[in-house]
């Protein structure tokens, strides 16, 4: 899948250089570097993310604010990707079931879906029940559109629908910190969970 993004915050000196990258890539038809099959890339930065408001899958509002003084581990994925997005999503759940039982009311987790068309709040729910997750701290996150838009272009995700069901994006999973600023931006189709789990333990303090 040909992966692209917008433009990131000016400032994201290394994040905005890759992701404006693979923008370039994309748009000269060039193959994309990370086969699904690849760990992500790791990187470090300091973006401070603005508060947003989007629906959960049970169709309440989930506002990022109410998590300060959480670490929260967020996903950009959608319910019918053939590819990337089943890979993240399940190394995401590796993380919430190996975080240890001192960390799980300090740890939160959110995927925000990359295609409103099609992924309600119902379709949301049936997806992470598949996958067995514990919705005890982790909320799957839709809304319309322009709505959604704000949110992909702070974290510096590019989306370009394709057809129904189809769509193009960048492969982030990102780690924010307690204050909400994120710190580590996992960029591909399989974050490495144990390394995740590091970098919580990290933003913990407890290394």
Not at 19 to 26: D, F, S, Y
Not at 112 to 129: F, H, M, N, R, W
Request: glycine content about 8%.
């Amino acid at each position: 899948m040909n992966l692209r993004a917008k433009e990131v915050v000016v400032g994201i000196v290394v994040a905005g250089a890759f992701l404006c990258g693979e923008q370039n890539r994309a748009i000269s038809g060039e193959p994309h570097p990370h086969s699904i099959t690849k760990p992500a890339s790791r990187r470090q930065l300091h973006l401070p993310i603005p508060d947003f408001s989007l629906t959960d899958q049970t169709g309440k509002p989930c506002k990022f604010q109410t998590l300060r003084g959480k670490v929260v581990l967020v996903a950009f994925v959608y319910t019918t990707c053939p590819d990337v997005c089943p890979l993240m999503t399940a190394s995401m759940r590796l993380v919430q079931e190996k975080l240890p039982d001192r960390q799980r009311g300090a740890v939160f987790f959110l995927s925000i879906t990359t295609d409103p068309e099609v992924d309600s709040p119902q379709v949301l729910k049936a997806y992470g029940e598949r996958y067995g997750i514990d919705f005890s701290n982790w909320l799957f996150l839709t809304a319309e559109l322009q709505t959604l838009a704000p949110v992909w272009k702070a974290f510096g995700v590019g989306v370009q629908r394709k057809a129904r069901g189809l769509v193009d994006h960048t492969p982030l999973t990102a780690l924010i910190d307690a204050k909400g600023t994120m710190r580590f931006a996992y960029t591909g189709g399989s974050p490495d969970h144990k390394m995740i789990l590091r970098d919580i333990d990290f933003l913990l303090g407890s290394h």
